[in-house]
């Protein structure tokens, strides 16, 4: 599709599209023919250099663990990633499901029968020169490499956006499952890894967001048959913010509530508990609560209040800061 579409991949940037996935699974034309891949490697090159050019940001994956694979194979694998220059790789096992075309030609090398192990992380095909071990070793050798490298040039990134938006995805992935248990059976993550990826949990780092146009994604109201103040005071205390805020599970201030408080958060997002900070970004007692979360998507909350003869009109605004319209199918996961 992006070779297809190249002369419109411009529209694609101004209808809000940031971050696009391309399965190029192996940097070896032999391989993609053996695991039936309808895509030549120059093809899958030639997307991720237009997707670049465009000001997207690019993800794809590498399949290893073949029978023929050795450490060199692997090495040769990593090595051209680094050329091809995704902006997030993925480096995935070989899992030939019995109903897979490739399954009778890998069943005598496959080690591997619980099928909760078949989730492109964990190997189950032994090469003929490796063990599962070496090959998990080199696996995870490919991810602290890759991502090392990628790092730095994250860095120097000019575009504020893109360079949040990537070091939030790499703590993210760093903070998987998946990299965790590997590291905590291989190793721990290098201490300049953390140093680095630390900052992106600073205020200071993402206090640019305040300066972007704030969109209102979803708003509502409910009135309330309750003073405004008790229902302020309900409705402010961090301890309640998870029954404002969908996928909250925790919130906990670092001081008095008040404008400019700051306070960490907690999301839990299909079984996974992700944290970040956020600030109190406008407080007006028994009239408005507005706010900011950092780190995971820049999604903010602004909450009035206006008394009525009745009791109390509860109104909410919930939006994200552009660029990006895809922040709001991320809100929408939440």
Excluded at 139 to 145: E, L, R, T
Excluded at 146 to 163: A, I, N, Q, R, T
Aim: with cysteine; charged share 30%.
């Amino acid at each position: 599709d992006i070779l297809r579409d190249e002369d419109i991949l411009e529209k694609y940037k101004r209808a809000g599209v940031v971050h696009i996935y391309i399965g190029l699974e192996a940097t070896d034309q032999s391989v993609l023919d053996m695991i039936n891949k309808d895509i030549r490697v120059e093809q899958g090159i030639r997307a991720l250099s237009l997707i670049h050019e465009h000001g997207m940001i690019t993800e794809t994956s590498f399949i290893l663990g073949f029978p023929e694979e050795t450490e060199e194979t692997i090495k040769r694998t990593l090595e051209l990633s680094k050329i091809y220059n995704p902006d997030f790789a993925h480096y995935l096992t070989l899992a030939p499901w019995p109903y897979a075309d490739i399954y009778q030609q890998m069943k005598p090398y496959i080690e591997v029968f619980d099928y909760r192990k078949y989730n492109l992380i964990d190997p189950v095909i032994k090469p003929v020169n490796m063990t599962l071990d070496e090959l998990d070793r080199a696996i995870v050798h490919c991810y602290q490499s890759f991502y090392m490298g990628k790092l730095k040039e994250v860095l120097s990134m000019e575009d504020p956006f893109k360079k949040r938006y990537m070091l939030t995805s790499m703590r993210l992935i760093m903070n998987s499952s998946f990299i965790v248990e590997k590291f905590g059976r291989l190793g721990r993550i290098p201490a300049q890894v953390e140093n680095i990826l630390r900052m992106i949990d600073s205020p200071e780092k993402t206090s640019d967001l305040k300066e972007e146009e704030f969109t209102v994604l979803a708003r509502g109201s409910v009135h309330i048959e309750r003073p405004v103040e008790e229902v302020f005071g309900y409705v402010s205390s961090p301890d309640n913010w998870p029954e404002f805020i969908p996928g909250l599970k925790e919130a906990k201030l670092k001081g008095p509530l008040a404008e400019g408080a700051e306070f960490d958060w907690t999301y839990r997002i299909k079984g996974v508990d992700l944290k970040g900070k956020g600030t109190v970004t406008e407080y007006k007692k028994n009239r408005t609560l507005s706010l900011q979360m950092y780190r995971f998507v820049p999604i903010g909350k602004k909450i009035s209040f206006e008394p009525t003869d009745r009791g109390t009109l509860l109104m909410v605004e919930v939006g994200y800061k552009k660029p990006g319209k895809v922040m709001s199918f991320l809100f929408n996961a939440i």
